[in-house]
């Protein structure tokens, strides 16, 4: 289960990445997908393919590096690095994403812009001391 879910999620993000090709990406998606944001909001299917296209124009030529692609039993995670292009931010991105029936039903969204980082990591640097 766990290298099929790896290639579902591969398949269903490498058209997506490589071409901006969201009628792809939405095949491999579960009818009551669920997309969840780190500050509680969800979106349905819809939703969030609304979304993806609209977003598809102004990151069009956006640079992906997938970092890290791992998977256990119904989950797979996605750690990568995205960079618009110039003078773009960029962005690193966690994506968790649960696979049922060879259909991606859920996913976990977290985005830090990488120049925010420091700034974001400073609570640990106090807990340091």
């Known amino acids: 289960m ?7 999620v591969h398949s269903a993000l490498a058209g997506l990445v490589e071409t901006g090709d969201v009628d792809t990406l939405a095949s491999f998606l579960s ?7 780190p500050d509680s909001t ?5 939703e969030w393919l609304a979304a993806v296209r609209a977003a598809s124009a ?3 030529g956006m640079r992906v590096e997938i970092l890290h692609l791992l998977a256990e039993g119904d989950h797979v995670v996605v750690h990568s690095r995205r960079r618009l292009p110039d003078p773009g931010p960029e962005i ?5 994403l649960r696979v049922t029936d060879g259909l991606i039903a ?5 985005i830090e812009p990488v120049t925010h980082a420091a700034a ?4 640990w640097q106090s807990a340091r001391h």
Do not use: L, M, Y
């Open 120 to 123: 974001n990591a400073s609570w």
């Open 92 to 96: 690193v991105v966690v994506d968790v």
């Open 58 to 60: 102004p990151t069009a």
């Open 31 to 37: 009818e009551d997908f669920v997309h969840h944001r």
């Open 42 to 46: 969800t979106s349905t299917r819809a």
């Open 2 to 8: 766990t290298t099929e879910n790896r290639a579902i």
């Open 106 to 110: 859920e996913v976990w969204e977290v």
